[in-house]
């Protein structure tokens, strides 16, 4: 990744999401507790939230509805990619949630194998990467590369949060990265170049 020279970049994932089994995943939007978290995250100004230039999102409902709190708070527009999406389980739709949690261990032991259908996680590691080369080259061609243009802001979700995670800290493949189990919200930051994560994930409404 050559882009995205000094610019600190902050993955966040999705808070809590109201679940139903009539409405495709994708189109889940934010619970309520999910968004009183994501609220609070916006008391996080000091630490890191004051630092963002710029808010991309997943085009997924969840991932919108927090990045469009952030970015009423921010006065920033969000610039929306598909690419930034979660991996892609439509062969299986939803899943309870005891079922799900089995079938994600099978999807990060294996990441070169289409468990039951779904994306595999090599393909979704090699999509969120290249959309982060996106976001980097989209940035920096709107002036905003370098420490003078912000700090990013990307709204996604939290497997491939991982497996970005696992690309940039140079690790193979493991949910032993995964987000804590806390329902979504959390993040890191990281840069590009050369790439570095920054600690590990940290829940958006945690005091730091």
Not at 90 to 102: M, N
Not at 158 to 175: F, K
Request: charged content about 20%; overall charge negative; proline content about 6%.
């Amino acid at each position: 990744m050559s882009e995205g020279k000094n610019t600190r970049y902050y993955f966040i994932s999705h808070p809590n999401v109201q679940i139903s089994a009539e409405v495709p995943v994708p189109q889940w939007p934010l619970s309520e507790l999910g968004r009183r978290r994501m609220h609070a995250a916006l008391k996080q100004q000091e630490a890191w939230l004051g630092n963002i230039g710029a808010i991309f999102s997943s085009a997924e409902r969840k991932a919108l509805d927090s990045a469009e709190i952030l970015a009423g708070h921010l006065g920033l527009p969000v610039q929306v990619l598909e690419a930034l999406g979660e991996n892609n389980r439509s062969a299986t739709g939803f899943l309870p949630p005891a079922e799900f949690e089995q079938v994600a261990d099978e999807f990060f032991a294996r990441p070169e194998q289409s468990v039951r259908g779904w994306e595999t996680a090599a393909a979704a590691q090699a999509r969120i990467v290249g959309a982060v080369q996106q976001v980097a080259r989209s940035h920096a061609s709107q002036g905003g590369d370098g420490d003078e243009g912000g700090a990013v802001a990307i709204l996604s979700h939290g497997a491939v949060g991982t497996l970005l995670y696992c690309h940039l800290a140079g690790l193979p493949i493991s949910r032993r990265w995964d987000q804590p189990a806390n329902g979504g919200g959390n993040f890191y930051g990281f840069e590009l170049n050369p790439p570095r994560v920054h600690g590990t994930w940290q829940p958006i409404d945690a005091a730091l």
